[in-house]
């Protein structure tokens, strides 16, 4: 511990920024951990039914009773079936728009992931500088004035680049890994979604031809 401390203090002043990206892109990642683990879930009797096209829609609608309330994917199929009465023009118009507004839900703060990749060096870059600008001053027209000075200026560099890199590599791989996720949970709604509006297309098509 006490090494550590000793560490971040001989990186100078940009190991502050580079800190608070660091706690920023933790608690991003820690966020979006806990949304994928309690909102982005699909019970297997609902992928189940959608998949086999063999349903009705009470069985359907008590499937999705029994999935969490903030489940985005019961938030989405709910959309569609309490508009199931309406046109199939407008079921696909209102199944777009609520996937469009979970995956803005799903991307929230996304960005400041992307960003942290892009800083993290950056800020790191001038601790390096920084770091060498305060070795090379303690070289004088006679040599150097100070040796474990330069030393620290060097050490300051260098540990300002390898935090900064570091930060932006788990960062790196937060943002791809989410944004996979993201991507998947979309997929799987927009083909799971067209199932469910195919078969209440073929409900609707077997009323018309009873009648």
Do not use: C
């Not at 609520?98 to 942290?116: K, N």
């Not at 150097?144 to 300002?160: C, E, F, K, M």
């Amino acid at each position: 511990m006490l090494e550590s401390w000793v560490a971040f203090k001989s990186g100078g002043i940009m190991m502050l920024p580079l800190s608070a990206l660091a706690v920023l892109a933790l608690a991003i990642m820690l966020e979006k951990i806990w949304v994928y683990l309690t909102q982005v879930k699909l019970s297997r009797q609902a992928a189940h039914l959608l998949e086999s096209y063999e349903f009705d829609m009470v069985t359907f609608q008590q499937s999705l009773l029994q999935m969490p309330e903030q489940s985005l994917f019961r938030r989405f199929f709910s959309t569609i079936v309490d508009n199931a009465s309406r046109p199939v023009w407008w079921l696909e118009s209102r199944a777009a728009d609520e996937a469009q507004m979970i995956e803005h839900a799903l991307s929230r703060r996304l960005w400041l992931l992307e960003t942290t990749v892009t800083a993290a060096p950056l800020l790191g870059l001038m601790g390096t500088i920084g770091g060498m600008m305060h070795a090379f001053n303690l070289i004088g027209a006679n040599g150097l004035v100070n040796p474990s000075g330069v030393t620290g200026g060097v050490a300051q560099a260098l540990i300002a680049t390898a935090t900064g890199l570091l930060i932006a590599l788990v960062s790196l791989f937060g943002f791809n890994y989410f944004s996979r996720l993201q991507a998947q949970t979309l997929d799987d709604m927009e083909r799971l979604g067209t199932r469910l509006i195919d078969r209440i297309r073929l409900s609707k098509g077997q009323s018309h031809e009873a009648a």
